[in-house]
Nanobody
Framework: QVQLEESGGGEVQAGGSLRLSCRAS????????MAWYRQAPGKQRELVAR???????DYANSVKGRFTISRDHIKNTAYLQMNSLKPEDTGVFLC???????????WGQGTQVTVSS
């Protein structure tokens, strides 16, 4: 069973930056695709960014050029660096891990990001 612990959310003004962290424990980090999703009020949960074990990434169009996802295999941690934040980025950011061997997926509890104008 993989546990995900998120940190790094908070409130920032438009144009500011935040870095989210998601530490995975209880599993083999190398078989996990790590991702960040966003849940905004009244909207469906959406994929923000994803990074596979080899470091390949993909992003939602709305965050390309502003957000960077990465992973550290020594610290078993995935990161989301968010720059040039906009009010529409506001929401609960949830860390997700997908085990490519078992097809199981896991969710963190989420961390709130609020961007004020």
């Amino acid at each position: 069973q993989v546990q995900l612990e998120e940190s790094g959310g908070g409130e920032v003004q438009a144009g500011g930056s935040l870095r989210l962290s998601c530490r995975a424990s209880g599993g083999i980090f190398g078989v996990l695709i790590m991702a960040w999703y966003r849940q905004a009020p009244g909207k469906q949960r959406e994929l923000v960014a994803r990074v596979n074990a080899g470091g390949g990434t993909d992003y939602a169009n709305s965050v390309k050029g502003r957000f960077t996802i990465s992973r550290d295999h020594i610290k078993n941690t995935a990161y989301l660096q968010m720059n040039s934040l906009k009010p529409e980025d506001t929401g609960v950011f949830l860390c997700n891990a997908f085990n490519v061997r078992s097809s199981e997926q896991y969710w963190g509890q989420g961390t709130q990001v609020t961007v004020s104008s």
